[in-house]
């Protein structure tokens, strides 16, 4: 509750800041529930992606963001290598105007875009008597168990930037 308390008392600086971010974003094509399940390996290493429901348009940092809250748990040593990594090879690939510091602000932007979302539906529409409800039934439980891990990564990291003195003025 304190958590929504804070954001909710900032949401005009927020919302502002997450829709200024929003516009000045490079689009790309992204897969839109880019998780370790959607991808399926063979012995070569070659990998495939399926499940492309909300394949379409969508910055690239969503995606980025999404991926690591599914993937795996906070660690920032690890998250800035990979991000690095990530954005190089963007440029590799040719997209120019699109600096690491932009880059990386936009995936902060998203990350807690993301947590905010899952806090409000948590709070708002899982009711202890819902949730319950839900947990009685095998692929929505685990479903319930997968968004907790979710937010739970996420909230991870908002307390990670939230220590980190460059992060706290942005």
């Known amino acids: 509750m304190a958590m929504l308390t804070a954001l909710n008392a900032s949401y005009a600086t927020w919302a502002d800041e997450a829709a200024t971010t929003a516009r000045l974003a490079p689009q790309t094509m992204v897969h839109g529930d880019f998780h370790g399940g959607n991808h399926l390996f063979n012995p070569h290493d070659a990998c495939r992606l399926v499940d492309f429901q909300f394949f379409g348009t969508g910055r690239v940092a969503d995606e980025v963001a999404y991926f690591?809250?599914?993937?795996?748990d906070p660690d920032p040593k690890a998250?800035?290598?990979l991000l690095r990594l990530y954005h190089h090879a963007l440029v590799e690939a040719g997209v120019h105007a699109y600096p690491y510091a932009q880059?990386?602000?936009?995936?902060?932007?998203?990350?807690l875009t993301l947590l905010l979302g899952n806090l409000v539906r948590a709070t708002t529409f899982l009711k202890p008597s819902t949730s319950d409800k839900l947990a009685q039934n095998r692929k929505q439980a685990?479903?319930?168990?997968?968004?907790?891990?979710?937010r739970t990564r996420?909230?991870?990291?908002?307390v990670q930037w939230h220590h980190a003195p460059d992060l706290r003025r942005t």
Request: proline share 0%; no cysteine; net charge negative.
């Open 154 to 158: 996420m909230m991870r990291r908002a």
């Open 79 to 81: 998250e800035e290598e």
């Open 68 to 72: 690591f809250t599914m993937s795996f």
């Open 103 to 111: 880059f990386l602000h936009e995936y902060h932007v998203s990350t």
């Open 142 to 150: 685990a479903l319930l168990q997968v968004s907790d891990l979710g």
